[in-house]
């Protein structure tokens, strides 16, 4: 009897640690996702906020982050206004920044009922330690004036964005 209830307390105990390793990490007043692990916060200095988590293993990191763009000038009527064309800007910027990493799939698509622009990544011959010899997979999408992203980069070989679906599917958002 002693046995059995010291089993039954170890795999509660157990089942207490691993379920606690996910955090729901609200990233915007519009955005929430549940990380696989506690993610850090890093404030960005335009004012954004972003949040990044390593699994356990060290192959795989997981980001979120939520940028305001009105203090920039866009307001969301500005952000609807301009459409696909505001992928193909956040693109041509994202492409200016990544150092030998190349956008090997980028397609406008709807996530969680927004239009999004997914990209994967291909890191092979970037120099940045961040992406080099890593695969990411992107989505990136505005509600009103912000912008927001969430995603992951991943050293496994043969990545796919469904590696990662538990986390991706976790994206809560509201209007």
């Not at 041509?92 to 999004?116: C, L, P, R, Y």
């Not at 890593?134 to 050293?155: D, N, P, T």
């Amino acid at each position: 009897m002693k046995k059995t209830i010291l089993a039954i307390g170890l795999f509660l105990a157990s089942f207490a640690v691993v379920s606690a390793q996910k955090t729901e990490q609200v990233v915007s007043e519009k955005m929430k996702v549940v990380f696989p692990v506690k993610p850090e916060k890093q404030d960005m200095p335009n004012g954004g906020s972003m949040f990044q988590a390593k699994s356990a293993d060290g192959n795989t990191s997981y980001i979120a982050m939520s940028l305001d763009l009105s203090g920039m000038g866009l307001t969301a009527e500005v952000v609807e206004s301009m459409g696909d064309m505001l992928f193909e800007q956040v693109k041509m910027g994202m492409s200016s920044q990544m150092g030998g990493a190349e956008i090997s799939k980028d397609e406008v698509v709807t996530f969680k009922g927004k239009k999004a622009l997914y990209v994967e990544i291909d890191g092979k011959n970037a120099t940045g330690e961040e992406i080099k010899g890593k695969k990411a997979f992107l989505y990136i999408f505005f509600i009103g004036a912000q912008m927001h992203q969430v995603g992951f980069r991943s050293s496994k070989a043969g990545a796919t964005k469904d590696d990662e679906k538990e986390f991706l599917e976790s994206v809560s958002l509201k209007d």
